[in-house]
Every structure is written in structure tokens, then in C-alpha cells.
């Protein structure tokens, strides 16, 4: 039977011709033998896929994300990581909101049964024992028939229908709680304007109380004429505007900035009533109660302009971001002007022309129909990775700093080779004190170690270096420094091949000193210098991360692995931002760790018989 | 013997006296005038430049630069004179020597731990080649050769002095309110997170070291002849491939020896220890000319001597390498 079949198999299947090992070896190609022991190898397969991932990421993604180096907005610093800045519950759908606003990473919205709903993402850091969660919405609040809110960058105040108030969220500077002669007179509050540092509230006697930290503000001295008589607030960084019980409007704070000096004669002197006012950290734009607007103050993201198309329409709404301005018109059509770094202008094509009321605060904005319902929300949606101390996206900064240590990296490798073969094959070709002299150029090089010698060298020639100079200047101090081991084994491998007969026969065919070297001697360096240099391309990502790390290498703001995590060396950001330091290093170790894996794989595949070690 | 140890010292001295003059050109490339910063600012016209003449002529500023470079190092090796830390305002000897202590401190358990742990992983590896144990110290292995050393101590510090809260984030222990058990206490709190970073830093390299020793000294015919012979495996492992394999070890224990006086840099300073890789970065952003210079200098003799001891070593336990 079984002899049936195989005769059955000889007559139909062409089988392919069994050869013996040896037979195989002959016919395969030595870089074939090594490619076939790398495809089996799996770790060899696991390092490729995660170097190719991580070399896709960063070359190819910084070609699609379109990256500022210098942007800097501190405003949102130390986010953490979330996309849901916008994403409003459904719960809302069948509420009627009467008013939304937002900090940094949150919004809050007023329905019309004195509720309020939180969404968005955590800004602040946790601490043990003090709450100050945006989240933790106090009871009395939860109880209370809130009827205005505002928020700062962190931190939430409201009033309710009897005129107390309530805050939470971040207080440094005790923004959140009512100062205590406030307290004790039992005054109502009506107004509120909240910032960063501190907050400002109006109370029913038409007086202004103002506390936190107000430094930037420099004096804040309400006008003897506007005295009692404020009727609604509004604040920027520097400057706060009034508006008084006559409609008219003064402005307070900072005297040289062009929001306190170009107030519109029109709003001051009672030739209009001004309705609403809506106040960027610069500028100012106030509507009268025909509809008209005003618009003065920096020229910060060209904010003083208005846009074209609306000169002509009728406001009906107004609010201002951080820099941005937005208006609703009576045709329902909403216009926003100013800054775009965080989408600020991507208005939704979807928002119909039913807008009623449009709600702005820093980096969020929210359109709002007649009938209380938001019907679109843009502007910033959080942040992939999180923000960094300086409020920068981490995500853009990880994929650009993985572009400049990867080429780092792969320039001080190129360098180290150009190195390793001008020394090492003259050095093992010739022996005696051309090889005494290259090989103690090497003990040199080896004798101090390499971070003491690379961060001194890194200040003494780079203090007065560019940031782009000082970057090549890492590459090259790498590059000089790690390239003996290298020399040294092609010298080894120089030693024992220039006493082989080919050589001899090179030798007598007349053939220069130089050509027997490059076309010779130099291919069969080949193979060990492929392997080192994987190994010395993963040690100098590494190289450069430490260096980077410590200060003395990539210089802020260009993006790299290592100085991105030069902020962890403060316990803040070990202890609260996370994913600060750990998502870059993270990056530096998927590198490196591809890397090795390949150059071990390598290693093994063009070495036999390093594999049985 | 001795010839070979002369010929090897007569090798060393021009690189220690090529490294001397490239830290010399190192002095003279630092920026900011020494002697403009030794003068009182008050200083000014004609009477600047008499100060001037006087305070570079003390400080030997006025001669040519070679004979510049000669009394440096005149006062170095002759005088033992490192110099004067300008941001401390003390001799460098002196700024230098509680920092070296601290990190020969930290070093020595450092290199005990990692050579208790080495030299047994590596030994095992070697007989057990193949096998899970060998595969996965090869997996940690080639891991923490990819860890950056700051991650790990990052991570460390987070693991056990953020989430368990056990441990210190960094510094040094209060000498002045412990003393006694209380303070060797303390000192074994703020030394635990350093110790295990660099330890584990260093196993990478060393595992693979005492490992691949092991297995050429087992690969050798006298360890066939020994298993011929019917030795058990044990005597085979330890008294013929070890005491074998011991001979390419034992310029990884020299190295440890030295490598005690080597601060790193890095680690040191994420953990906020005061040794003298900590001190190498403050006295470069103090720009603490002849701190920077002197730490090199005694970095680059250390690490040559290192060099020559282990050679020498390597002659002495080995019988067939030739001193030529």
C-alpha cells in the first residue's frame, strides 16, 4: 500500500529535488543565508515591525502634522491626555441651557432648572486631603438654584437665585472662596468674572470686589463716577470693562495697553447703550442694543479686525475666547475671527442658521439654538499625549522629537563609521607606528568617559552655538567619541586578513597600497561593521536621549526624546504628569530596544557560530 | 614581568599627557576671562589696566601659552595642586572630596550586588545554554541595554517614592538630625533606589560577559577530558571551567574596582545624590573652569590606570599570553 502510494506521488506531484545542506549552502548566496536566518529569527521579525512603526511615525507623521516650534500657549499647561474637551453628554438634549462656559479642559453648562453639568477633562492635580477636582461639583451647589456662572482657566464660581456664591477648582490664591468681609456683610452677588488668578464679583450695592491674585491687573481703581453704579463686568488678562447703569462702559486696569486707550468715544460719552460686552485677554468687542459692534485693543492674530462679511449684519450674540472672538447674527450665521492654532476657526458646516446664542471660553466653543439646545461645538478637543509645561501638544512634539533623535542617532552612527574605517584599516593594514600612533589616537579617545567628557565638551564649544549649530555639534561629539570599539575590531579583522593569499596575489599584481585596502580589505569589514552599527545606532539614540536629558544636548524648543523629558527631573511632574515623561521615554526604549533586537538577530545570522555562544 | 609592566606605563604616559593638553585647551577655550572675574568691577580706565597687568601676571596669564600649560601641570603632578574651584570658593580637593566619598559609598554596593548576581546568572547561563533560564536573563539582558538610565530611575522613584510612598524621591539623608542606626537607616532608605538602577544597569552587560567567558572556557578540550574522565558536572563547572573562565572575568572585577570612583552622571542626578557625577554637572553650569578640568583629569587617570592594571592582571592570571 504504502509503496503503491508513493509510486502514485512519483507519477503525479512534481516534488521539488531533496538537497542536502551542503548542496544549499552552494547555491545560496551568503546574504541570502542571512536574510533566510532573519526572517526565521522571530525577534528579528517583533524588532523590524517596531522600528519600522516607530521610523513611519515619526518621518512620515511629521510630514502630515504641520508643526510650530516655537508655540508656546502656558495657558494650557499640564493637561492630561483626552479628546473629549467638547464631547457634551446626551443628558443635555433635553434640557434648555442657559448658559455655557469653559476653562482649559472643561466646560460647564447652566440648564434652565439651575442644574449644572460638567464635561470635559480633569485639569487639575489631585492632591491627598485637598479636593479641588473641576468634577467634584459641591453638594450646596448640587442643591442650590444656580442662575450665573463663570469659570476661570481652573477653577469654577456661580451665584444662585439668593445671591450667594459658591467656587471650586484650583485656588491657589484662594479664588474660589468669598473673601471674609464679603462673608460677614452678607451683600448679594450678582455679577461674576472669573480668571486665572483670580476672581471679581459685583454685588446688588453696584460696588466691585476683586480678589486673588491681581498683579498683572497693576491698579485696579473703579472710577469715582462708576462708583455703585456697575451693572455687568468682564475681564482680560490686564484690563476689566464696566458696563454702568447708563449703558456706557469704562475701562479699568492697565493703562498703556490699547484695550485701556482705544475705547470708542461712542461708549463712553452715552451716544449709544452698549448691551454686551466680550472680552479676549486683549481685545474688546462690544455689541450696542441696535446690534452694532465695536471692536478695539492688540493686534495680537490680527483680533482687531473684523471680518468683512460681518460689518453689514446685525449681532444678536456675542463671546470671546482666549483669542478669539465669536458672533451670532440675526440670520443665525455665526462668524469667528483670531487665533487657529487649536482649530479655534473650524466652525462645523452642520449648525444650521437657528443659532441663537454662541458661548465662548478659552479654547471651546459652543453654538447654541433658539430653543436651548448646543447644536455644534469646535475648538480645542483635548490633547492625544496630554500638554506640556508650556501647553504644547505632546503628541506633534513626540512624532517631530522622534524625527530629529532618530537622524541624530543616525548621523554620530555615520560619523562613528567614518571614523572606525580610516582608522582601523590603515591601523591593522600597515602595523608598527602607524598603528601605535592611531591606536593610542584610540586609548585617547577612550580614556575619559563619555559623559563627563561629552557634557564639557558640549558647553565649552557650544555656548555660543545656534540651537540648529548646537544640534550638529551633538552629533559630531557622539559621533568622536564612541567610534574606537569599532576601529578596533576592523583593525582585528584588518590583522588576520591581510596575511591571506589574496592579499599576497593583490600585492604582486602590483595593485597600490590604497586600492588592496578600499577594494580588498575593506568588503570584508562588511559584515561586522552592518552588526556594530545597528548596536551603536541604539546606544547613540540612547546617548543623545541622556545627553538631551541633562541639558547638553538638543536645546527647547526643538523637539527631541530626551530634552522632552527634562521637565521629570522635577518631582511635580513625576508625582502629576505622567504622561509627561513616561510616553516619550517610552519611544527612546522602542527604539532602542527594536534596534538591538535586529542587531542581535544580525549578529547571530551572519554569525553561526557567535549563535551557539 | 616588570619589563612588560614598564613598556606598558611607557605607552600610557603620552596619552595622559595628550588627554593633559586637550583638558588644557579646554581651560583656555572656556568662556569669560579668569582674570577680568579675579578683578573688583569698580575698576576703571588707566587703573583697570594696571590691575590688570598685575592680576594676569600673577596668575601667570601674561606668559606664552606652552609655558602656560608647564606650570599647570608642574603644579599637578609636582605640587598635587588641582586648583581653585571658582564657584566655591575652596581648593578643588576639598570640593571634590565629600562628593567622591558619597559615590564610592553608593559604587560599593553597586558593585557587590551586581557581581554576586553576574557572576552565578552568567555561570548558569553558560551550562544551561538554551534554556528558559538562559533566554529569559538574554531577554533582561538586551531590555535594560535599551532602558535609558534616567527611565529606570524615574520609574523607580515613581514606583516606590510616588504610588507606595516607601521610599525617598532623591537627596541625601539629614546627618544632622540622625545618628547612629538612625542614620545608617536613613542612609539605607535614600541609597535602595540608586543602588537597584545602577545595578541593573551594569548586570546587562556584565551577564553577557561572565556568560560568554563561561562558555568558551567550557567549549575547551580540557573540560572534554575532564567529563571523559567521569568528573561529576559539578566539579567539571566549577573547578575546570570556572577557575577558566575566571581569567577574562577578572578585567571586569579590576574595572569594577576603579569604577568605584566614576560617578554617573545621569542617575546621580535624578536621584538628587550628591556624588561626583552630580558634582561634574553642577561645576559645569556653575562654569567652575578648573572643577570641569580636574574631574576629567582624574577621570581620564583612573580610567588608564584601569586599563594598565587590568592588562596587567590578565598577564599574571594567564600564563599563555605572552608578555611581549
Known amino acids: ?42 525577534l528579528a521579525i517583533i524588532g523590524a515591525i517596531m522600528f519600522v512603526s516607530v521610523l513611519l511615525f515619526s518621518f512620515i507623521g511629521s510630514l502630515l502634522t504641520p508643526f510650530w516650534e516655537t508655540y508656546l500657549e502656558p495657558t494650557n499647561a499640564d493637561l492630561r491626555p483626552a479628546r473629549n474637551f467638547l464631547s457634551y453628554p446626551k443628558s443635555l438634549a433635553d434640557k434648555e441651557i442657559k448658559k455655557i462656559v469653559s476653562g482649559v479642559s472643561f466646560s460647564v453648562a447652566l440648564t434652565s432648572d439651575g442644574n449644572l453639568t460638567v464635561w470635559g477633562s480633569e485639569c487639575n492635580r489631585t492632591m491627598r486631603n485637598v479636593s479641588e477636582k473641576i ?20 477653577h469654577i464660581v456661580c451665584i444662585d437665585d439668593r445671591g450667594n456664591f459658591y467656587g471650586w477648582g484650583y485656588h491657589s490664591n484662594d479664588q474660589t472662596i468669598l473673601p471674609l468681609e464679603l ?43 462708576a462708583m455703585g453704579r456697575i451693572v455687568d463686568i468682564a475681564a482680560g488678562d490686564n484690563n476689566m470693562v464696566l458696563i454702568l447703569d447708563d449703558r456706557t462702559i469704562r475701562v479699568i486696569g492697565l493703562v498703556g495697553t490699547e484695550f485701556y486707550q482705544q475705547v470708542p468715544a461712542a461708549l463712553t460719552d452715552g451716544s449709544t447703550r452698549v448691551a454686551e460686552i466680550a472680552v479676549t485677554n486683549r481685545n474688546v468687542l462690544a455689541r450696542d442694543e441696535s446690534g452694532k459692534l465695536y471692536l478695539w485693543g492688540s493686534s495680537e492674530n490680527r483680533l482687531n479686525v473684523m471680518p468683512e462679511t460681518l460689518r453689514s449684519e446685525k449681532a444678536v450674540d456675542i463671546d470671546a475666547g482666549y483669542k478669539n472672538f465669536v458672533v451670532a447674527d440675526s440670520d443665525g450665521d455665526v462668524f469667528v475671527w483670531g487665533a487657529n492654532e487649536l482649530a479655534q476657526l473650524k466652525v462645523p458646516k452642520k449648525l444650521g442658521n437657528d443659532i441663537a446664542k454662541v458661548y465662548a471660553d478659552y479654547f471651546q466653543f459652543y453654538a447654541v439654538n433658539s430653543a436651548g439646545k448646543i447644536v455644534g461645538a469646535w475648538g480645542n478637543k483635548g490633547y492625544l499625549w496630554g500638554s506640556d509645561k508650556y501647553g504644547r501638544d505632546l503628541f506633534t512634539r513626540i512624532i ?5 533623535s532618530l537622524t541624530v542617532g543616525a548621523v554620530s552612527v555615520i560619523i562613528q563609521i567614518i571614523i572606525a574605517i580610516l582608522i582601523g584599516l590603515p591601523s591593522g593594514y600597515f602595523s608598527g607606528w602607524v598603528d601605535h600612533t592611531l591606536m593610542r589616537l584610540a586609548d585617547i579617545v577612550e580614556a575619559i568617559p563619555f559623559l563627563p567628557i561629552a557634557v564639557t565638551l558640549s558647553y565649552v564649544l557650544g555656548y555660543r552655538l545656534g540651537q540648529e549649530a548646537k544640534m550638529f555639534l551633538i552629533m559630531g561629539i557622539i559621533g568622536f567619541l564612541s567610534w574606537t570599539g569599532l576601529a578596533r575590531l576592523i583593525r582585528a579583522v584588518i590583522l588576520s586578513e591581510r596575511e591571506k593569499d589574496f592579499i599576497l596575489a593583490a600585492k604582486s599584481l602590483g595593485i597600490k597600497q590604497s586600492g588592496i585596502m578600499v577594494r580588498h580589505l575593506l568588503p570584508n569589514v562588511f559584515n561586522l561593521v552592518i552588526v556594530n552599527v545597528t548596536l551603536a545606532y541604539a546606544s547613540s539614540i540612547l546617548l543623545e536621549a541622556g545627553l538631551s536629558f541633562i541639558g547638553f544636548g538638543v536645546q527647547e524648543p526643538t523637539p527631541s526624546w530626551g530634552n522632552m523629558l527634562t521637565g521629570a527631573q522635577a518631582s511635580f511632574v513625576i508625582r502629576y504628569c505622567w504622561w509627561q515623561w513616561i510616553i516619550p521615554a517610552l519611544f527612546v526604549v522602542a527604539a532602542a530596544l527594536s534596534i538591538n533586537m535586529i542587531g542581535d538577530a544580525l549578529r547571530e545570522a551572519m554569525d553561526p557560530k557567535a549563535s551557539e555562544r | 614581568m616588570l619589563r612588560y609592566i614598564a613598556k606598558r606605563l611607557l605607552i600610557l604616559v603620552p596619552v595622559v599627557i595628550a588627554i593633559s593638553i586637550i583638558l588644557f585647551g ?3 577655550l572656556m568662556p569669560g576671562d579668569p582674570v577680568r572675574a579675579m578683578l573688583p568691577t569698580t575698576l576703571r580706565g588707566e587703573q583697570y589696566q594696571a590691575a590688570y597687568a598685575v592680576m594676569s601676571a600673577r596668575l601667570g596669564m601674561d606668559k606664552p601659552v606652552p609655558v602656560q600649560y608647564l606650570r599647570w601641570m608642574h603644579n599637578l603632578v609636582i605640587k598635587g595642586d588641582l586648583g581653585y574651584s571658582s564657584a566655591n570658593n575652596r581648593p578643588v580637593v576639598d570640593v571634590i572630596r565629600e562628593p567622591l566619598v558619597n559615590t564610592i559609598r553608593l559604587n560599593i554596593f553597586v558593585n557587590i550586588f551586581y557581581l554576586l548576581i553576574a557572576l552565578p546568572v552568567g555561570i548558569k547561563m553558560a551550562t544551561k545554554r538554551g534554556s528558559l533560564f538562559d533566554s529569559g536573563w538574554q531577554v533582561f539582558s538586551i531590555a535594560t541595554y535599551s532602558i535609558p538610565s534616567f527611565f529606570l530611575a524615574l520609574s523607580l522613584i515613581f514606583i516606590f517614592g510616588v504610588i507606595m510612598g516607601v521610599l525617598p524621591l532623591g537627596g541625601m539623608p539629614n546627618t544632622v538630625l540622625f545618628s547612629g542606626f538612625g542614620l545608617m537607616f536613613q542612609w539605607a532608605r535614600y541609597l535602595t533606589l540608586p543602588i537597584i538602577t545602577l545595578t541593573i544597569i551594569g548586570l546587562a552587560s556584565a551577564i553577557r560577559y561572565v556568560r560568554n567567558a563561561m562558555i568558551d572556557a567550557l567549549s575547551q578540550d580540557y573540560i572534554r577530558t575532564a567529563r571523559s574522565k567521569g568528573l561529576s558536572e559539578k566539579v567539571v563547572i566549577y573547578s575546570h571551567a570556572f577557575r ?59 580610567n588608564v590606570s584601569a586599563m594598565l592594571i587590568a592588562d596587567v592582571i590578565y598577564g599574571l592570571v594567564d600564563p599563555r599570553i605572552k608578555l611581549k
Open chain 1, 1 to 42: 500500500m504504502k509503496s503503491f502510494l508513493s509510486m502514485f506521488k512519483r507519477l503525479f506531484v512534481r516534488e521539488k529535488a531533496e538537497i542536502n545542506i551542503l548542496e544549499e549552502e552552494a547555491i545560496r548566496t551568503p546574504g541570502k543565508t542571512v536574510m533566510l536566518a532573519l526572517i526565521r529569527n522571530k
Open chain 1, 135 to 154: 468634577f467634584d461639583i459641591p453638594r450646596e451647589v448640587q442643591n442650590a438654584n444656580i442662575v450665573d456662572l463663570e469659570a476661570g482657566t481652573r
Open chain 1, 183 to 225: 462673608q460677614l456683610s452678607g451683600e448679594k452677588i450678582v455679577k461674576l468674572a472669573a480668571m486665572a488668578q483670580w476672581t471679581a464679583v459685583l454685588g446688588t450695592s453696584g460696588n466691585l470686589y476683586i480678589w486673588g491674585s491681581t498683579q498683572a491687573m497693576d491698579v485696579l481703581t473703579v472710577p469715582e463716577d
Open chain 1, 400 to 404: 517631530h522629537g522622534g524625527r530629529i
Open chain 2, 26 to 28: 579646554i581651560i583656555k
Open chain 2, 244 to 302: 577558566n573562565a575566571l581569567i577574562p572575568v577578572s578585567t571586569i572585577i579590576v574595572w569594577t574596582l576603579f569604577s568605584l570612583l566614576m560617578g554617573s552622571t545621569i542617575t546621580e542626578s535624578v536621584f538628587q545624590y550628591n556624588g561626583i557625577g552630580k558634582l561634574l554637572l553642577t561645576a559645569v553650569n556653575t562654569r567652575d573652569t578648573m572643577l570641569i578640568v580636574s574631574m576629567n583629569m582624574i577621570f581620564a587617570v583612573v
